[in-house]
Antibody, heavy 118, light 108 residues
């Protein structure tokens, strides 16, 4: 059974950094992987994706140059390094696995909350 | 960037009724790379439909998706109590991937 567990969230001051992790189990860690976020009381916002081999990465404009997605296939773990954090980055961050037949979000973790506040 | 506009914002219906949710794209979603997700309060989203019309594993057949190019629809044929939730469409034909703003299906 596919299992995704995010960790690393917390309260951080504006301008500081934080790295999120997503531990995957129950499947071969060979699909593209995504991060999606949801600000409190708001809708879903796609953040970034990394290809199965880690070579190709895409970001939404608001995080380009500040966030970096990466993966360690030997550890079945996905990462999101977040720098220069802003109050508007406050959200629940979900990792999600792409599907077998396309880049839809087939499986989701339970999310980790990041709060950017002084 | 493809902008997805969902309507209505809120749909108030009774159990047993039919729900029809719309998702309109600002430009063609190639290859019908359109998905639908359900989210309940305090939970992560769950995939319902991918490829505009293919049900994900374990999704009841009362959920169906249709559409192409710029107009897509999610239909719930007979609402069950557990179907009252927020529904999002998402396109994955181009980057950035984008979501609609969501439609809340509420109990009337």
């Amino acid at each position: 059974q596919v299992h995704l567990v995010e960790s690393g969230g917390g309260v951080v001051q504006p301008g500081r950094s934080l790295t999120l992790s997503c531990a995957a189990s129950g499947f071969t860690f060979s699909n593209a992987m995504h991060w999606v976020r949801q600000a409190p009381g708001k809708g879903l916002e796609w953040v970034t994706v990394v290809s199965s081999d880690g070579r190709n990465k895409y970001y939404t404009d608001s995080v380009k140059g500040r966030f970096t997605i990466s993966r360690d296939n030997s550890k079945n773990t996905l990462y999101l390094e977040m720098n220069s954090l802003r109050p508007e980055d406050t959200a629940i961050y979900y990792c999600a696995r792409a599907g077998e037949y396309g880049d839809y979000l087939a499986h989701w973790g339970q999310g980790t909350l990041v709060t950017v506040s002084s | 960037e493809i902008v997805l506009t969902q309507s209505p914002g809120t749909l108030s219906l009774s159990p047993g009724e039919r729900a029809t949710l719309s998702c309109r794209a600002s430009q063609t979603v190639t290859s019908a790379y359109l998905a639908w997700y359900q989210q309940k309060p305090g939970q992560a989203p769950r995939l319902l439909i991918y490829g505009a019309s293919s049900r994900a594993t374990g999704i009841p057949d009362r959920f169906s998706g249709s559409g192409s190019r710029t107009d897509f629809t999610l239909t719930i044929s007979r609402l069950e109590p557990e179907d009252f939730a927020v529904y999002y469409c998402q396109q994955y034909s181009s980057s950035p991937r984008t979501f609609g703003q969501g439609t809340k299906v509420a109990i009337k």
